[in-house]
């Protein structure tokens, strides 16, 4: 048990917080320099492939996936428990010093950091009543009469330092818990949608090409909501004269519910349709050929591939086609292809793209016959397995243009419509997330800018000090945290209550001119 | 959808150089009053006690209790260098200011030349930072004159940065593509470019403390350290003054990676993805909010937090530099290739 209390001490003190919170710096670094696998898991498998031994030990303790493993869940962990020990004792002394009154005034105020010395005829009673009125309602004022005759006025100012310091950390602790919350509930879908009537698709898990759940939405928890996209009527590329990209639009009809009234919406790369709980995104887009395919036993068949950009800048990019022939008759015409939007010959006959841009176009194919459903290894659905497929030919298509080949196939190339890549993002949390960083800067703002600050003011009576002295007005000042500008500011406090004394009546003694400098 | 201006872009870029020119003379200007000015000797007899003043809305600095006007000295020739010395650090200022305003047409002439506004790859972001920090400095000399001889500190980090603008970071006007054209984009950058200048003034303020520190602790053996120490304002002043600086950025920084990460909902479907630039705005908070722990800190103050503080602008110019050059993201706007 004594050792439990220890270990909280601990655990509690700001020494460790510090160190934590350092840690949590030093354990992000590995995660912006090594590949993590829900970015790119493609890059992070090459890479541990590449450093053999040494990878699969990152990959181990889990440097591919730092912001899920588990050592860096510890060290947010404790600083979350540490953070919320530190708190609550804290919120709790603050409480008591906003329902305490302010400390009596010190003996001697002129011993303090800053302080200054008048005097007035008024009584003790009467400048107490000014001194108030002259700091006004943003002091937090008590009175006290001392067993000498003397007034004292106890102030004091700038409490919302530390309710800023705690809202800010409350604050912190609650968008910890809302991104927690945010992460079993969320869900993403993707969805390559074809322009044209009949690509469109529903808010269900089996209409997306990749899902990736919470655990919750996982567990079938979350009910997506019932929207659907049910027509890319257009979608737009437009580019600068240097082939820059300047607009992406995809121009959709959705549903609210499937039984509500049909309605459009322009869907841009910073402006998402938002609706009710799901946002739509344009992600990327492509280019789908569309071919006419004369199969091995006479029929015509008209299909249309998604085709996916492998190079972001000129836009080349590969796909397939399959197309199944009769079972058994190892007839299936499969077709794997490059589409160039810009074509330029690379050299040895391969075909490259000079521009994102579409100028009569050209499709490079080859042509496969045999049985498509290969060796049965997972493939990508934009590559066709040939493992059991004789390649029967290639050609270079530019629209219009038809290759025949043996067995009475022919491929055509009739065009092309381009695809939008959209994704459906579901967070119920980044609302309430948002307001939670609101009041984080909104405590930042009062921790940071507000400084705590003491004022006291003694009045003692006249003649107090020597018959027929004044009364006489001592005022001193301390600031609690970094004093800042304290010393102008009580300066110009000094000044006013100064400027508010009733002067003294110039006294013919000699003894009053020397007590009367101040 | 107009394209890029050439002649303007042209334009912009000499007026580029010709700012780094005239700051670059009025860098040399204010090295030469701190190394014959009167400033430095009068605080070396006297480290006054140090003052600290908050500019409206910026950030506060340090008034050392300096004389306005120079007191009766005897006629002795030194006195006659050092006002020598003080008008060219009056000439420094007019140069800085005219420096300031060729740098701020620059970016005016590039943001007509674009069309849009010009901090959307390195080297337009590392001009704007560039002319942030001359302005943050002019703004403190405005209320504080007497800082004035602490110019070439400043200046010397905005030159080299502007010259690596220039250079290496350079990428001609281009239009912004799809994913920068938003209304966040001056918001975010505006923000994060006013953060991160600041931090590198609180950074240079550090060094200087912790020079002086030192000076303080045990002087330094070689007497060209010794006099560049003697003459810098208190170490506490330096202190105190570039922990201002921070608790003026922080809050501005927290502001910026929040619009950020609202952009980046509008933009990528998430508000927050570890993509290594927010990784890398993640270690810079975190390491700010160290500091300003230390500094709250038994144990951990002066020096340590100083340390922890310069740890902190050494993660910015990771962010900038490495992580924009070398880590590629969905932040890969550089314009380098």
């Given at each position: 048990?004594?050792?439990?209390?220890?270990?909280?001490?601990?655990?509690?003190a700001?020494?460790?917080?510090?160190?934590?919170?350092?840690?949590?710096?030093?354990?992000?670094?590995?995660?912006?320099?090594?590949?993590?696998?829900p970015?790119n898991?493609?890059?992070?498998?090459?890479?541990?492939?590449?450093?053999?031994?040494?990878?699969?030990?990152?990959?181990?303790?889990?440097?591919?996936?730092?912001?899920?493993?588990?050592?860096?869940?510890?060290?947010?962990?404790?600083?979350?428990?540490?953070?919320?020990?530190c708190?609550?004792?804290?919120?709790?002394v603050?409480?008591?010093?906003?329902?305490r009154?302010?400390?009596?005034?010190?003996?001697?105020?002129?011993?303090l950091p800053?302080?200054?010395?008048?005097?007035?005829?008024?009584?003790?009673?009467?400048?107490?009543?000014?001194?108030?009125?002259?700091?006004?309602?943003?002091w937090?004022?008590?009175?006290?009469?001392?067993?000498?005759?003397?007034?004292?006025?106890?102030?004091?100012?700038?409490?919302?330092?530390?309710?800023?310091?705690?809202?800010?950390?409350?604050?912190?602790?609650?968008?910890?818990?809302?991104?927690?919350?945010?992460?079993?509930?969320?869900?993403?879908?993707?969805?390559i949608?074809?322009?044209?009537?009949?690509?469109?698709?529903?808010?269900?898990?089996?209409?997306?090409?990749?899902?990736?759940?919470g655990?919750?939405?996982?567990?079938?928890?979350?009910?997506?909501?019932?929207?659907?996209?049910?027509?890319?009527?257009?979608?737009?590329?437009?580019?600068?004269?240097?082939?820059?990209?300047?607009?992406?639009?995809?121009d959709?009809v959705?549903?609210?519910?499937?039984?509500?009234?049909?309605?459009?919406?322009?869907?841009?790369?910073?402006?998402?349709?938002?609706?009710e709980?799901?946002?739509?995104?344009?992600?990327?887009?492509?280019?789908?050929?569309?071919?006419?395919?004369?199969?091995?036993?006479?029929?015509?068949?008209?299909?249309?591939?998604?085709?996916?950009p492998?190079?972001?800048t000129?836009?080349?990019?590969?796909?397939?086609?399959?197309?199944?022939?009769?079972?058994?008759?190892?007839?299936?015409?499969?077709?794997?292809?490059?589409?160039?939007?810009?074509?330029?010959?690379?050299?040895?006959?391969?075909?490259?793209?000079?521009?994102?841009?579409?100028?009569?176009?050209?499709l490079?194919?080859?042509v496969?016959?045999?049985?498509?459903?290969?060796s049965?290894?997972?493939?990508?659905?934009?590559?066709?397995?040939?493992?059991?497929?004789?390649?029967?030919?290639?050609?270079?298509?530019?629209?219009?243009?038809?290759?025949?080949l043996?067995?009475?196939?022919?491929?055509?190339?009739?065009?092309?419509?381009?695809?939008?890549?959209?994704?459906?993002?579901h967070?119920?949390a980044?609302?309430?997330?948002?307001?939670a960083?609101?009041?984080?800067?909104?405590?930042?703002l009062?921790?940071?800018?507000?400084?705590?600050?003491r004022?006291?003011?003694?009045?003692?009576?006249?003649?107090?000090?020597?018959?027929e002295?004044?009364?006489?007005?001592?005022?001193?000042?301390?600031?609690?945290?970094?004093?800042?500008?304290?010393?102008?500011?009580f300066?110009?406090?000094?000044?006013?209550?100064?400027?508010?004394?009733?002067?003294?009546?110039?006294?013919?003694?000699?003894?009053?001119?020397?007590?009367g400098?101040? | 959808?107009?394209?890029?201006?050439?002649?303007?872009?042209?334009?912009?870029?000499?007026?580029?150089?010709?700012?780094?020119a005239?700051?670059?003379?009025?860098?040399?200007?204010?090295?030469?009053?701190?190394?014959?000015?009167r400033?430095?000797?009068?605080l070396?007899?006297?480290p006054?006690?140090?003052?600290?003043?908050?500019?409206?809305?910026g950030?506060?600095?340090?008034?050392?209790?300096?004389?306005a006007?120079?007191?009766?000295?005897?006629?002795?020739?030194?006195v006659?260098?050092?006002?020598?010395?003080?008008?060219?650090?009056w000439?420094?200022?007019?140069?800085?200011?005219?420096?300031?305003?060729?740098?701020?047409?620059?970016?005016?002439?590039r943001?007509?030349?674009?069309?849009?506004?010009?901090?959307?790859n390195?080297?337009?972001?590392?001009?704007?930072?560039?002319?942030?920090?001359?302005?943050?400095?002019l703004?403190?000399?405005?209320r504080?004159?007497?800082?004035?001889?602490?110019?070439?500190?400043?200046?010397l980090?905005?030159?080299?940065m502007?010259?690596?603008?220039?250079?290496?970071l350079?990428?001609?006007?281009?239009p912004?593509?799809?994913?920068?054209?938003?209304?966040?984009?001056?918001?975010?950058?505006?923000?994060?470019?006013?953060?991160?200048?600041?931090?590198?003034?609180?950074?240079?303020?550090?060094?200087?403390y912790?020079?002086?520190?030192?000076?303080?602790?045990?002087?330094?053996?070689?007497?060209?350290?010794?006099?560049?120490?003697?003459?810098?304002?208190?170490?506490?002043?330096?202190?105190?003054?570039?922990?201002?600086?921070?608790?003026f950025?922080f809050?501005?920084?927290?502001?910026?990676i929040?619009?950020?990460?609202?952009?980046?909902?509008?933009?990528?479907?998430r508000?927050?993805?570890?993509?290594?630039k927010?990784?890398w705005?993640?270690?810079?908070?975190?390491?700010?909010?160290?500091?300003?722990?230390?500094?709250?800190?038994?144990g951990?103050?002066?020096?340590?937090?100083?340390?922890i503080?310069l740890?902190?602008?050494?993660?910015i110019?990771?962010?900038?530099?490495?992580?924009?050059?070398?880590v590629?993201?969905?932040?890969?706007?550089?314009?380098?290739?």
């Amino acid at each position: 048990m004594r050792y439990l209390r220890i270990a909280w001490r601990r655990l509690t003190a700001m020494r460790t917080a510090l160190v934590l919170l350092f840690l949590l710096a030093v354990a992000a670094v590995p995660g912006s320099l090594l590949p993590q696998r829900p970015l790119n898991p493609a890059k992070t498998a090459s890479y541990i492939a590449e450093h053999g031994a040494w990878g699969r030990f990152l990959d181990r303790i889990g440097m591919f996936d730092v912001f899920g493993a588990p050592w860096f869940a510890a060290i947010y962990l404790l600083l979350f428990v540490s953070l919320v020990g530190c708190l609550i004792p804290r919120i709790r002394v603050h409480a008591r010093a906003l329902a305490r009154k302010p400390l009596p005034a010190p003996r001697n105020l002129e011993r303090l950091p800053e302080s200054g010395r008048f005097e007035t005829s008024a009584t003790p009673g009467e400048y107490a009543a000014t001194a108030r009125e002259t700091l006004g309602r943003r002091w937090r004022i008590v009175q006290r009469a001392e067993p000498s005759g003397a007034v004292t006025l106890s102030a004091e100012k700038g409490y919302s330092r530390e309710t800023g310091n705690l809202i800010f950390h409350v604050a912190l602790l609650a968008a910890l818990v809302l991104i927690a919350v945010g992460r079993l509930y969320t869900y993403q879908g993707q969805r390559i949608v074809l322009q044209g009537a009949d690509n469109g698709f529903c808010n269900t898990i089996s209409q997306y090409d990749t899902w990736s759940p919470g655990r919750f939405a996982a567990e079938g928890k979350v009910r997506p909501a019932p929207f659907c996209i049910d027509e890319l009527t257009k979608f737009t590329a437009s580019y600068s004269a240097e082939g820059e990209p300047r607009t992406f639009r995809a121009d959709v009809v959705y549903r609210t519910s499937v039984s509500a009234k049909p309605r459009t919406a322009s869907i841009t790369v910073n402006h998402p349709l938002r609706l009710e709980g799901d946002r739509v995104y344009l992600i990327t887009h492509g280019f789908a050929p569309r071919l006419t395919i004369r199969m091995p036993d006479g029929s015509v068949r008209h299909d249309v591939e998604p085709f996916i950009p492998t190079d972001p800048t000129t836009f080349l990019s590969e796909g397939a086609f399959s197309q199944p022939g009769k079972d058994g008759a190892r007839q299936d015409i499969g077709i794997s292809g490059l589409f160039a939007p810009t074509p330029v010959d690379e050299g040895n006959g391969k075909i490259g793209s000079a521009s994102p841009q579409v100028q009569d176009p050209a499709l490079s194919i080859f042509v496969y016959e045999g049985d498509l459903s290969g060796s049965g290894e997972p493939h990508s659905v934009y590559s066709i397995d040939t493992s059991k497929m004789t390649r029967i030919g290639t050609a270079d298509l530019h629209i219009g243009q038809t290759k025949r080949l043996r067995d009475g196939v022919s491929v055509t190339f009739d065009g092309w419509v381009p695809w939008a890549s959209l994704q459906i993002s579901h967070d119920p949390a980044q609302s309430y997330l948002l307001i939670a960083a609101v009041a984080m800067v909104v405590g930042l703002l009062g921790s940071l800018g507000i400084r705590r600050r003491r004022l006291w003011v003694r009045i003692a009576p006249a003649g107090a000090a020597e018959p027929e002295s004044p009364t006489v007005v001592t005022v001193g000042g301390l600031a609690r945290s970094d004093s800042g500008h304290f010393p102008t500011e009580f300066a110009g406090l000094l000044e006013r209550l100064r400027g508010r004394a009733t002067p003294v009546e110039p006294v013919v003694s000699a003894d009053t001119i020397g007590a009367g400098k101040d | 959808m107009s394209g890029i201006n050439g002649s303007m872009a042209h334009l912009s870029d000499g007026l580029f150089t010709t700012a780094i020119a005239v700051y670059a003379g009025a860098m040399v200007g204010f090295t030469a009053e701190y190394a014959f000015g009167r400033v430095g000797r009068k605080l070396a007899v006297a480290p006054a006690p140090a003052r600290e003043l908050v500019g409206a809305g910026g950030p506060s600095v340090v008034e050392d209790a300096l004389p306005a006007d120079p007191p009766d000295l005897p006629a002795d020739p030194a006195v006659a260098r050092a006002s020598r010395a003080e008008r060219i650090g009056w000439w420094s200022v007019v140069l800085c200011v005219a420096g300031a305003l060729i740098h701020t047409s620059s970016i005016a002439v590039r943001a007509l030349a674009v069309d849009a506004v010009p901090w959307s790859n390195m080297y337009e972001f590392a001009s704007v930072a560039g002319l942030v920090g001359v302005l943050a400095f002019l703004a403190v000399l405005w209320r504080l004159p007497a800082l004035r001889y602490l110019g070439g500190f400043v200046l010397l980090p905005v030159i080299l940065m502007m010259f690596l603008a220039g250079t290496v970071l350079y990428s001609k006007a281009q239009p912004l593509v799809p994913a920068l054209q938003s209304y966040w984009l001056a918001i975010h950058v505006t923000l994060v470019s006013i953060a991160e200048g600041a931090l590198m003034t609180s950074a240079v303020l550090t060094v200087l403390y912790l020079v002086k520190a030192r000076h303080d602790r045990k002087p330094f053996g070689s007497e060209r350290l010794a006099n560049l120490a003697v003459k810098l304002p208190a170490a506490e002043s330096l202190d105190k003054a570039a922990y201002r600086v921070v608790a003026f950025s922080f809050p501005l920084y927290t502001v910026a990676i929040i619009c950020g990460a609202i952009w980046a909902e509008a933009a990528w479907g998430r508000y927050w993805g570890w993509d290594p630039k927010e990784t890398w705005a993640f270690i810079v908070w975190v390491v700010y909010a160290c500091y300003l722990h230390a500094r709250a800190t038994a144990g951990w103050k002066g020096r340590a937090a100083a340390w922890i503080n310069l740890t902190g602008f050494g993660a910015i110019t990771f962010n900038f530099l490495i992580v924009n050059i070398v880590v590629s993201g969905l932040h890969s706007y550089a314009g380098l290739s």
